[in-house]
Protein backbone atom coordinates (compact mmCIF):
# COMPACT_ATOMS: atom_id res chain seq x y z
CA UNK A 1 0.00 0.00 0.00
CA UNK A 2 1.47 3.74 -0.89
CA UNK A 3 1.66 6.18 2.05
CA UNK A 4 2.66 9.60 2.53
CA UNK A 5 4.25 11.66 5.42
CA UNK A 6 4.23 14.87 6.62
CA UNK A 7 5.75 15.59 9.16
CA UNK A 8 5.67 19.55 9.30
CA UNK A 9 2.03 19.82 10.80
CA UNK A 10 2.78 23.58 10.63
CA UNK A 11 5.29 25.97 9.44
CA UNK A 12 6.12 29.52 9.75
CA UNK A 13 8.11 31.84 6.81
CA UNK A 14 8.93 35.60 6.44
CA UNK A 15 7.68 36.97 3.65
CA UNK A 16 10.41 36.71 1.08
CA UNK A 17 12.19 34.39 2.40
CA UNK A 18 12.42 30.49 0.95
CA UNK A 19 10.60 27.82 3.06
CA UNK A 20 10.92 23.68 2.00
CA UNK A 21 7.90 21.45 3.04
CA UNK A 22 8.65 17.78 3.81
CA UNK A 23 7.44 14.79 2.15
CA UNK A 24 7.98 11.38 2.51
CA UNK A 25 6.70 8.23 0.46
CA UNK A 26 6.70 4.69 0.60
CA UNK A 27 5.59 2.47 -2.29
CA UNK A 28 6.50 -0.78 -4.16
CA UNK A 29 5.61 0.58 -7.61
CA UNK A 30 8.43 1.53 -9.65
CA UNK A 31 6.43 3.82 -11.76
CA UNK A 32 4.86 6.53 -9.85
CA UNK A 33 3.99 10.25 -9.63
CA UNK A 34 4.18 12.84 -7.07
CA UNK A 35 1.74 15.89 -6.97
CA UNK A 36 1.63 19.13 -4.47
CA UNK A 37 -1.31 20.98 -3.85
CA UNK A 38 -2.06 24.57 -2.24
CA UNK A 39 -5.46 24.82 -0.60
CA UNK A 40 -6.38 28.31 0.48
CA UNK A 41 -9.15 28.75 2.87
CA UNK A 42 -11.15 28.48 0.04
CA UNK A 43 -11.42 24.43 0.08
CA UNK A 44 -10.60 24.74 -3.57
CA UNK A 45 -7.03 22.54 -4.55
CA UNK A 46 -4.26 23.91 -6.66
CA UNK A 47 -2.12 22.33 -8.54
CA UNK A 48 1.42 23.03 -7.86
CA UNK A 49 3.83 20.94 -9.43
CA UNK A 50 4.29 17.55 -10.61
CA UNK A 51 7.47 14.65 -10.55
CA UNK A 52 7.10 11.28 -12.46
CA UNK A 53 9.29 8.63 -10.76
CA UNK A 54 11.63 8.40 -13.87
CA UNK A 55 11.69 11.73 -14.08
CA UNK A 56 15.73 12.41 -13.69
CA UNK A 57 15.83 16.43 -13.13
CA UNK A 58 13.76 17.61 -10.48
CA UNK A 59 10.41 19.74 -11.19
CA UNK A 60 10.60 23.54 -11.41
CA UNK A 61 6.99 25.65 -11.44
CA UNK A 62 8.20 29.06 -11.06
CA UNK A 63 8.40 30.02 -7.43
CA UNK A 64 7.83 25.88 -6.56
CA UNK A 65 10.72 23.73 -7.11
CA UNK A 66 10.39 19.81 -6.09
CA UNK A 67 13.41 18.30 -4.19
CA UNK A 68 13.57 14.29 -5.28
CA UNK A 69 15.45 12.08 -4.18
CA UNK A 70 14.17 8.97 -4.93
CA UNK A 71 16.90 6.52 -2.51
CA UNK A 72 15.54 8.38 0.56
CA UNK A 73 11.81 8.51 -0.96
CA UNK A 74 11.49 12.00 -0.21
CA UNK A 75 10.24 15.02 -2.92
CA UNK A 76 9.92 18.10 -0.15
CA UNK A 77 8.70 21.17 -2.10
CA UNK A 78 10.60 24.31 -2.02
CA UNK A 79 8.93 27.97 -2.38
CA UNK A 80 11.20 30.50 -3.22
CA UNK A 81 10.51 34.04 -2.56
CA UNK A 82 7.56 33.68 -0.13
CA UNK A 83 4.51 35.86 -0.96
CA UNK A 84 1.74 36.66 1.85
CA UNK A 85 -0.77 34.75 -0.57
CA UNK A 86 1.28 31.81 -0.45
CA UNK A 87 -0.46 31.03 3.41
CA UNK A 88 -2.68 28.17 2.94
CA UNK A 89 -2.26 24.51 3.80
CA UNK A 90 0.18 22.57 1.66
CA UNK A 91 -0.74 18.76 0.27
CA UNK A 92 1.89 16.09 -0.81
CA UNK A 93 0.09 13.46 -2.80
CA UNK A 94 1.32 10.25 -5.11
CA UNK A 95 -0.37 9.04 -7.62
CA UNK A 96 -0.59 4.69 -8.39
CA UNK A 97 0.95 3.24 -11.05
CA UNK A 98 -0.73 4.27 -14.60
CA UNK A 99 -3.32 2.01 -16.25
CA UNK A 100 -6.75 0.55 -15.82
CA UNK A 101 -9.29 3.03 -13.57
CA UNK A 102 -6.42 3.04 -10.86
CA UNK A 103 -4.75 6.46 -13.11
CA UNK A 104 -5.79 9.79 -11.19
CA UNK A 105 -5.82 7.78 -7.91
CA UNK A 106 -4.24 9.92 -5.69
CA UNK A 107 -3.19 9.63 -1.90
CA UNK A 108 -2.47 12.75 0.69
CA UNK A 109 -0.50 12.87 3.20
CA UNK A 110 -1.64 14.90 6.26
CA UNK A 111 -1.17 18.43 4.91
CA UNK A 112 1.08 21.37 6.37
CA UNK A 113 -0.22 24.94 7.23
CA UNK A 114 2.45 27.35 6.06
CA UNK A 115 1.91 30.72 7.41
CA UNK A 116 3.91 33.78 5.65
CA UNK A 117 4.64 36.69 8.45
CA UNK A 118 4.73 40.22 6.52
CA UNK B 1 -6.14 24.28 -19.33
CA UNK B 2 -8.38 22.00 -18.22
CA UNK B 3 -11.14 22.67 -15.75
CA UNK B 4 -12.97 20.92 -13.62
CA UNK B 5 -16.41 22.53 -12.36
CA UNK B 6 -18.62 21.28 -9.23
CA UNK B 7 -22.11 22.29 -7.96
CA UNK B 8 -23.34 23.01 -5.15
CA UNK B 9 -20.39 25.19 -3.30
CA UNK B 10 -22.45 25.30 0.02
CA UNK B 11 -25.36 23.21 0.44
CA UNK B 12 -27.36 23.34 4.35
CA UNK B 13 -29.83 20.70 4.46
CA UNK B 14 -32.19 18.78 7.05
CA UNK B 15 -31.31 15.66 8.67
CA UNK B 16 -33.02 12.92 6.49
CA UNK B 17 -33.17 14.36 2.95
CA UNK B 18 -30.50 13.81 0.08
CA UNK B 19 -28.54 15.83 -1.32
CA UNK B 20 -27.12 15.81 -5.18
CA UNK B 21 -23.86 16.97 -5.93
CA UNK B 22 -22.44 16.98 -9.18
CA UNK B 23 -18.92 17.24 -10.67
CA UNK B 24 -18.06 18.51 -14.40
CA UNK B 25 -15.11 18.12 -16.87
CA UNK B 26 -15.30 21.05 -18.96
CA UNK B 27 -13.20 21.11 -21.79
CA UNK B 28 -12.40 17.33 -21.44
CA UNK B 29 -13.66 13.58 -21.25
CA UNK B 30 -13.46 12.11 -17.96
CA UNK B 31 -14.25 8.09 -18.12
CA UNK B 32 -12.98 8.32 -14.42
CA UNK B 33 -13.76 10.87 -11.67
CA UNK B 34 -12.70 10.64 -8.00
CA UNK B 35 -14.63 11.75 -4.99
CA UNK B 36 -12.99 12.83 -1.70
CA UNK B 37 -13.99 13.93 1.19
CA UNK B 38 -12.41 15.84 3.89
CA UNK B 39 -13.10 16.93 7.64
CA UNK B 40 -11.54 20.22 8.75
CA UNK B 41 -7.79 20.45 9.00
CA UNK B 42 -7.24 16.78 8.11
CA UNK B 43 -6.09 15.66 4.97
CA UNK B 44 -8.41 13.96 1.82
CA UNK B 45 -9.49 10.68 1.77
CA UNK B 46 -10.84 8.89 -1.59
CA UNK B 47 -14.58 8.00 -1.07
CA UNK B 48 -15.15 6.10 -4.37
CA UNK B 49 -13.60 5.93 -7.73
CA UNK B 50 -16.71 6.79 -10.55
CA UNK B 51 -16.43 5.02 -13.61
CA UNK B 52 -18.89 6.43 -16.62
CA UNK B 53 -20.68 3.50 -17.52
CA UNK B 54 -20.32 1.29 -15.13
CA UNK B 55 -20.79 1.35 -11.31
CA UNK B 56 -18.38 3.40 -9.35
CA UNK B 57 -15.69 1.17 -6.97
CA UNK B 58 -16.00 2.65 -3.55
CA UNK B 59 -13.47 2.10 -0.36
CA UNK B 60 -13.27 -0.18 2.33
CA UNK B 61 -15.88 2.08 4.86
CA UNK B 62 -17.72 3.76 2.57
CA UNK B 63 -21.20 2.89 2.40
CA UNK B 64 -22.19 2.84 -1.30
CA UNK B 65 -26.10 2.99 -0.67
CA UNK B 66 -25.56 5.97 1.65
CA UNK B 67 -23.06 7.75 -0.91
CA UNK B 68 -24.48 7.35 -4.41
CA UNK B 69 -22.69 8.33 -7.34
CA UNK B 70 -23.71 7.47 -11.13
CA UNK B 71 -21.27 8.87 -14.24
CA UNK B 72 -23.54 8.63 -17.13
CA UNK B 73 -21.66 10.87 -19.37
CA UNK B 74 -18.24 11.48 -20.19
CA UNK B 75 -18.23 15.03 -18.42
CA UNK B 76 -20.64 14.36 -15.22
CA UNK B 77 -20.34 12.54 -12.32
CA UNK B 78 -22.74 13.00 -9.66
CA UNK B 79 -22.34 12.38 -5.64
CA UNK B 80 -25.55 11.99 -3.99
CA UNK B 81 -25.71 11.69 0.01
CA UNK B 82 -28.99 9.75 0.65
CA UNK B 83 -30.60 10.07 4.16
CA UNK B 84 -28.28 12.97 5.26
CA UNK B 85 -26.95 12.81 8.75
CA UNK B 86 -24.92 15.51 10.50
CA UNK B 87 -22.13 13.26 10.67
CA UNK B 88 -22.08 13.49 7.38
CA UNK B 89 -21.42 16.92 7.08
CA UNK B 90 -17.72 17.53 5.36
CA UNK B 91 -16.06 19.03 2.35
CA UNK B 92 -17.17 17.07 -0.97
CA UNK B 93 -14.01 17.65 -3.47
CA UNK B 94 -14.41 15.79 -6.84
CA UNK B 95 -11.18 15.48 -9.17
CA UNK B 96 -10.77 14.20 -12.92
CA UNK B 97 -7.65 13.07 -14.54
CA UNK B 98 -6.56 14.42 -17.93
CA UNK B 99 -4.41 12.86 -20.48
CA UNK B 100 -1.30 15.15 -19.22
CA UNK B 101 0.05 14.72 -15.40
CA UNK B 102 -2.00 17.38 -13.94
CA UNK B 103 -4.93 16.20 -12.32
CA UNK B 104 -7.86 18.75 -11.51
CA UNK B 105 -10.09 19.30 -8.53
CA UNK B 106 -13.21 20.74 -8.85
CA UNK B 107 -13.63 23.98 -6.22
CA UNK B 108 -15.49 21.78 -3.62
CA UNK B 109 -18.55 21.59 -1.75
CA UNK B 110 -19.13 22.13 1.91
CA UNK B 111 -22.36 20.22 3.36
CA UNK B 112 -23.81 21.07 6.63
CA UNK B 113 -26.67 18.99 7.62
CA UNK B 114 -28.84 20.03 10.37
Known amino acids: AQKITQTQPGMFVQEKEAVTLDCTYD???????LFWYKQPSSGEMIFLIY??????QNATEGRYSLNFQKARKSANLVISASQLGDSAMYFC???????????????FGQGTILTVHP | GAVVSQHPSRVICKSGTSVKIECRSL??????MFWYRQFPKQSLMLMAT?????????EQGVEKDKFLINHASLTLSTLTVTSAHPEDSSFYIC??????????FGSGTQLSVL
Open chain 1, 27 to 33: TSDQSYG
Open chain 1, 51 to 56: QGSYDE
Open chain 2, 27 to 32: DFQATT
Open chain 2, 50 to 58: SNEGSKATY
Open chain 2, 95 to 104: SAPTASEKLF
Open chain 1, 93 to 107: AMREALGGTSYGKLT
